[in-house]
Structures are given as structure tokens and as C-alpha cells.
């Protein structure tokens, strides 16, 4: 029953699209993640996903539209809903998501695929 200061996880690593595990909460990590440039489309067949910005801005492609999120917007990408994530400069981002959530889904052999690990 610790807090969480969300600026000193984010101070503690430097590379993209490797989501790090702060915190647990029932069947749900909670991850910070920085990102830059375009990741993988891809899909969760069975997890939602959110993304909330905490700083930077966020495009949330899909296959037939884009919503871009700023710091303090959420989107949550519903199951089975193919997406790909993309920022034009460094974007720090919160993320729940179910406990071993593979981040690149049904394109989990790509070179974005992380192992996820706690901060």
C-alpha cells in the first residue's frame, strides 16, 4: 500500500514501446510505457486495452479512422478491435491491461514484442 510517483517510474528507463509494470490492481497490470514512432497493427482477441496520456500526444489508428489523445485523454481499445498506436515525438502513456497481455497481440512475433517487466 505504497503510492506510485508516476514521473519517477518514467525517469527510470529511456526506451519505446516497452511497457514496465508499476503496479497490480485484482487481474490488471498497471504500466507506464514511452513511445515514438508507429508500432504494429494488431489485436487482443480477448482483453480491452486503455491508454491514457500523461504527457506528449497519442494517434490511435484504425482501420477506418484515427483519434489523437493529449495529456489527460483516454481511449480504451476494445477486444478483438485491430489498432496501431503511433506518436510523432515521445509520448509517456499509462496502460491497464489484464495480467500477461502479450503488448503486440496477434502480432506477437514482431520486434516490438516486449518482456514485460516490474519497476
Not at 481511449?75 to 502513456?93: D, F, L, S
Not at 499509462?94 to 503486440?104: C, D, F, Q
Request: hydrophobic share 40%; with cysteine; charged share 35%.
Amino acid at each position: 500500500m505504497e503510492k506510485v510517483n508516476l514521473a519517477e517510474k518514467f525517469a527510470m528507463f529511456s526506451d519505446h514501446w516497452s511497457p514496465k509494470i508499476v503496479e497490480t490492481i485484482d487481474d490488471y497490470d498497471i504500466k507506464v510505457v514511452k513511445v515514438e514512432g508507429d508500432f504494429v497493427w494488431h489485436q487482443h482477441d480477448d482483453a480491452d486495452e486503455m491508454f491514457f496520456v500523461i504527457k506528449g500526444e497519442l494517434d490511435m489508428d484504425y482501420r477506418d479512422k484515427r483519434v489523437t489523445l493529449g495529456p489527460g485523454e483516454l481511449v480504451v481499445v476494445p477486444k478483438g478491435v485491430e489498432h496501431k498506436p503511433h506518436a510523432a515525438n515521445e509520448c509517456e502513456i499509462l496502460l491497464l491491461e489484464r495480467k500477461g497481455l502479450v503488448n503486440t497481440g496477434d502480432a506477437e512475433n514482431s520486434e516490438l514484442t516486449a518482456e514485460v517487466e516490474r519497476i
